[in-house]
């Protein structure tokens, strides 16, 4: 996949992870030299397979939490792709503390890593869970609610962070609120798996998938491969043309957008593909494709459980923004990402 990012250096911290070691791949394949920073807290060596062959990738394995590491992980890059945080609601409500040391310390030493080595700019994933309580659909950059989890605090406050070492120091941040990813080397174990990976391993053993809720609650979901595309957009879009389509955009929006100061760049877009989907049609579809390969799935029934804590009822993203300014495009549509997702389980028989 080539968004024009070519022969540059980059840091993609969470690189052993799901959307991270996806990046990575993407970006050994354009000839970039890459270096991942993790320490193994969720993500697996064996999503690295792939990129340690590749003699333009380097693998520290180390802690956001500690400033030094990141000093010395940034080095000599042009861009950082920051993803390493840990995800999950439920894991925060959990365990707060954890999560805020790595998703805010972690987040803000990195940031600082990236301003003192002078990297050209500072692309992050940030979260949907950022609009919080506000009901209005879809959900637009500038509309947010309440934080109904210490997660979603904490992807909040990151983008807080940003705009401030954008306004104070001048690095250029780009902050990609992230609709529920889903594809290829996803965790489907543990207690805070996502909803997708997990469908699909209860499927595949037979068992019957418990769905939070009556199962009309509606997400955005995003194939990891146009995820891959809006943080290489983030990287490529030259600063004049960015402030030059923000302002264009804010002018077609009424003002209704906060606008960068002049000659700083900190903005937060949507990266989903703009539709919502059930869970009770995601359980639907999820049990169509993999009956292809087992007829005796097309049989199971979904079990109910009761809402979870901190989660929202709709989730829908509006991604004029993101369209306008970085020029993205979700290529791949829901039902595409599904099928590849579900072949990909089989054939690794996860
Ligand atoms: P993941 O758990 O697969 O990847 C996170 C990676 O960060 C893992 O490899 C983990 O080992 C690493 N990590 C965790 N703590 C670390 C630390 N202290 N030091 C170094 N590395 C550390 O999750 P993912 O789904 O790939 O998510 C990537 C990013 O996207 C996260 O920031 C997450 O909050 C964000 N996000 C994901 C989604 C989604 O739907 N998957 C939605 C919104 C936002």
């Known amino acids: 996949m080539n968004y024009g990012v070519k022969h540059k250096k980059v840091l993609v911290t969470g690189g052993a992870g799901?959307?991270?070691?996806?990046?990575?791949?993407?970006?050994?394949?354009?000839?970039?030299?890459?270096?991942?920073?993790?320490?193994?807290?969720?993500?697996?060596?064996?999503?690295?397979?792939?990129?340690?062959?590749?003699?333009?990738?380097?693998?520290?394995?180390?802690?956001?939490?500690?400033?030094?590491?990141?000093?010395?992980?940034?080095?000599?890059?042009?861009?950082?792709?920051?993803?390493?945080?840990?995800?999950?609601?439920?894991?925060?409500?959990?365990?707060?503390?954890?999560s805020t040391e790595v998703?805010?310390?972690?987040?803000?030493?990195?940031?600082?890593?990236?301003?003192?080595?002078?990297?050209?700019?500072?692309?992050?994933?940030?979260?949907?869970?950022?609009?919080?309580?506000?009901?209005?659909?879809?959900?637009?950059?500038?509309?947010?609610?309440?934080?109904?989890?210490?997660?979603?605090?904490?992807?909040?406050?990151d983008e807080l962070f940003a705009k401030n070492f954008s306004d104070i120091y001048g690095i250029e941040t780009v902050g990609l609120r992230y609709f529920n990813v889903f594809g290829r080397r996803q965790d489907p174990n543990g207690a805070y798996a996502a909803v997708i990976p997990k469908f699909i391993s209860s499927l595949m053993k037979h068992e019957s998938p418990i769905?939070?809720?009556?199962?009309?609650?509606?997400?955005?979901?995003?194939?990891?491969?146009?995820?891959?595309?809006?943080?290489?957009?983030?990287?490529?879009?030259?600063?004049?043309?960015?402030?030059?389509?923000?302002?264009?955009?804010?002018?077609?929006?009424?003002?209704?957008?906060?606008?960068?100061?002049?000659?700083?760049?900190?903005?937060?877009?949507?990266?989903?593909?703009?539709?919502?989907?059930?869970l009770n049609d995601l359980g639907r579809e999820l049990k169509n494709e993999l009956a292809k390969y087992d007829p005796a799935i097309a049989d199971i029934e979904f079990q109910f459980g009761l809402s979870r804590q901190g989660d929202v009822s709709h989730s829908l993203a509006s991604i004029k923004k993101i369209k306008f300014v970085l020029g993205y495009m979700p290529k791949f549509s829901i039902q595409f990402g599904l099928q590849k997702t579900c072949d990909w389980y089989i054939k690794n028989n996860i």
Not at 136 to 147: C, D, M, Q, R, T
């Open 18 to 98: 799901f959307i991270g070691s996806n990046l990575i791949d993407a970006l050994l394949e354009n000839d970039n030299k890459v270096v991942c920073l993790d320490n193994f807290a969720t993500g697996k060596i064996e999503n690295l397979k792939d990129a340690q062959n590749n003699p333009n990738f380097t693998l520290i394995k180390g802690d956001i939490r500690n400033r030094d590491t990141c000093m010395k992980a940034v080095e000599g890059c042009d861009y950082v792709l920051h993803q390493a945080a840990l995800g999950s609601v439920p894991r925060s409500i959990a365990d707060p503390i954890t």
């Open 103 to 157: 998703n805010i310390v972690g987040f803000v030493n990195m940031l600082f890593a990236a301003k003192e080595a002078g990297v050209k700019r500072f692309v992050y994933a940030a979260s949907s869970s950022t609009y919080g309580d506000h009901t209005a659909l879809p959900k637009v950059e500038h509309v947010i609610g309440n934080s109904l989890s210490p997660y979603a605090i904490t992807k909040y406050v």
């Open 211 to 278: 769905i939070n809720g009556d199962g009309n609650n509606t997400r955005d979901f995003t194939y990891i491969d146009n995820v891959i595309q809006a943080n290489q957009l983030g990287i490529t879009l030259p600063k004049a043309k960015l402030v030059e389509r923000l302002k264009q955009y804010q002018k077609e929006t009424s003002g209704l957008m906060e606008m960068s100061d002049e000659g700083t760049i900190a903005e937060v877009f949507n990266v989903a593909c703009g539709k919502a989907t059930s």
